[in-house]
């Protein structure tokens, strides 16, 4: 390590290294804040000054400390939550060991982030859109089970929001009619089913850490798995289908130090960012005890007001959410767009939960000829649902800023409904 160079850097940091703003742009209650500072900062610095960039030593030390945070045998970082579902998807249909072929079916949720979809589309696979539940935002178990036909052989499973889906249910339907299981848990870092973290249920699982989810390595993603020969081969199609593998010399047939064993993509990560996932790893179980805290808070308003509705859970389920999901309910349930216009006049930052019923995309002509009625459960959290941020750089008092002119709003937005409907 470049010691003189890292110290400079660390004092030069604590003189001229502000805290981030509180507000960003128009907004007093944005989506998001930075959680990241000095210590990331100099991680990520001292790769550099020790000319160590190119995916190496800190990267498999992360994946580890990741791993064993997320209670799964191993973990194969990549460069984002995307590049984690296309290496996942790929994993599937890997011609080395495929346990998908190209036309097969896999059930993906209708609201969801759209490269959990684009990634099996990508690795040839058929994507069939299953609704969901606009209580738990998580696959509706009634329509998943009316989709299931022959030519299914996956589910593509996401716990939306930090909040996790009866993987109890999900398994029942998997073992029943003998599908594989992948899951995205892209925004569900820190949430479990049953004591187990989430992702560990199938053959692998996806996470992302994007800036703005419960830790962020700038960008960067990872899939867990629990089996040494999956962890290889997600290695190997994540870097050119290159392996370092030892091979005897008597079957040598190339340099061994550049053998290529199948086809294979470039989603490395890079040493900065894998040194910044080790920093934020240190501090996450504090930031997702203050998600929790602020969830909780956000909770007991939810319980005094007859406009809103809580998300609910599965019984063995524990959450760890990644925003303030706000679903209209009751005589407020039509007001979205009119709540999120004074919301944004008031400088209260809003967006769709996360894309809202992706059948109304224009890319998902990609999917098929979709009718988006067809996914009521979507279409509910479409049209009566949104969200706001829940950061843990957040404080108490912005929070119930927060509160009070989301409760403002809703209010007054159902009373001009009121009024706009007897004139
Ligand atoms: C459910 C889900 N899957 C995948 C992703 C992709 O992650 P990334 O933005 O790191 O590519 C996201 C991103 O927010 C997501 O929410």
């Given at each position: 390590m470049?010691?003189?160079a890292v110290k400079s850097l660390d004092q030069w940091l604590d003189n001229n290294l502000d805290a981030?703003?509180?507000?960003?742009?128009?907004?007093?209650?944005?989506?998001?804040?930075?959680?990241?500072?000095?210590?990331?900062?100099?991680?990520?610095?001292?790769?550099?000054?020790?000319?160590?960039?190119?995916?190496?030593?800190?990267?498999?030390?992360?994946?580890?400390?990741?791993?064993?945070?997320?209670?799964?045998q191993d973990a194969v970082m990549v460069n984002s939550g995307s590049s984690a579902d296309l290496l996942l998807a790929f994993h599937l249909v890997n011609p080395l060991k495929p346990r998908m072929k190209e036309g097969d079916e896999i059930l993906v949720p209708a609201v969801t982030w759209p490269t959990q979809v684009w990634s099996p589309l990508m690795a040839g696979l058929k994507v069939k859109l299953v609704d969901v539940d606009p209580q738990t935002l998580n696959i509706d178990f009634d329509d998943l089970r009316s989709k299931i036909t022959s030519r299914t052989k996956c589910l593509f499973a996401v716990h939306l929001m930090g909040y996790p889906c009866d993987m109890q249910e999900m398994q029942n339907i998997c073992d029943e009619h003998?599908?594989?299981?992948?899951?995205?848990?892209?925004?569900?870092?820190?949430?479990?089913?049953?004591?187990?973290?989430?992702?560990?249920?199938?053959?692998?699982?996806?996470f992302s850490f994007f800036f703005s989810h419960h830790m962020t390595t700038m960008e960067g993603g990872m899939v867990i798995c629990n089996s040494e020969e999956d962890a290889e081969a997600l290695r190997v199609l994540r870097a050119?289908?290159?392996?370092?593998?030892?091979?005897?010399?008597?079957?040598?047939?190339?340099?061994?130090?550049?053998?290529?064993?199948?086809?294979?993509?470039?989603?490395?990560?890079?040493?900065?960012?894998?040194?910044?996932?080790?920093?934020?790893?240190?501090?996450?179980?504090?930031?997702?005890?203050?998600?929790?805290?602020?969830?909780q808070r956000f909770d007991e308003y939810i319980d005094s007001t007859p406009f809103l509705d809580r998300i609910s859970m599965p019984a063995k389920g524990t959450s760890c959410p990644l925003a303030t999901v706000v679903r209209l309910a009751g005589s407020a349930s039509k007001c979205r767009v009119d709540v999120l216009n004074r919301l944004e006049e008031a400088g209260v930052e809003t967006r769709p939960v996360v894309t809202g019923n992706l059948a109304r995309q224009p890319a998902a002509k990609l999917i098929g000829d979709l009718d988006p009625t067809d996914f009521p459960g979507a279409e509910e959290i479409h049209h009566g649902s949104f969200y706001v941020g829940l950061n843990p750089m957040f404080d108490d008092v912005m929070f119930e800023r927060m509160i009070r002119t989301l409760d403002t709003a809703v209010r007054e937005s159902v009373e001009s409904s009121k009024t706009s409907k007897v004139a």
């Open positions: 470049n010691t003189d981030p703003k509180s507000e960003r742009g128009k907004y007093w209650f944005p989506l998001t804040l930075p959680t990241f500072g000095k210590e990331e900062i100099a991680a990520a610095t001292a790769c550099m000054c020790d000319y160590q960039t190119s995916m190496g030593a800190t990267t498999r030390e992360f994946e580890k400390g990741f791993a064993a945070f997320a209670g799964a003998g599908l594989l299981l992948i899951e995205d848990c892209c925004e569900s870092i820190g949430a479990k089913y049953d004591g187990t973290h989430v992702g560990n249920f199938g053959i692998g699982g996806t050119h289908g290159w392996s370092r593998a030892h091979i005897p010399v008597s079957q040598q047939t190339v340099d061994q130090r550049f053998q290529f064993i199948n086809w294979g993509f470039n989603l490395r990560p890079t040493e900065l960012n894998a040194a910044f996932g080790l920093e934020q790893l240190k501090k996450l179980d504090a930031m997702n005890e203050r998600r929790d805290e602020l969830a």
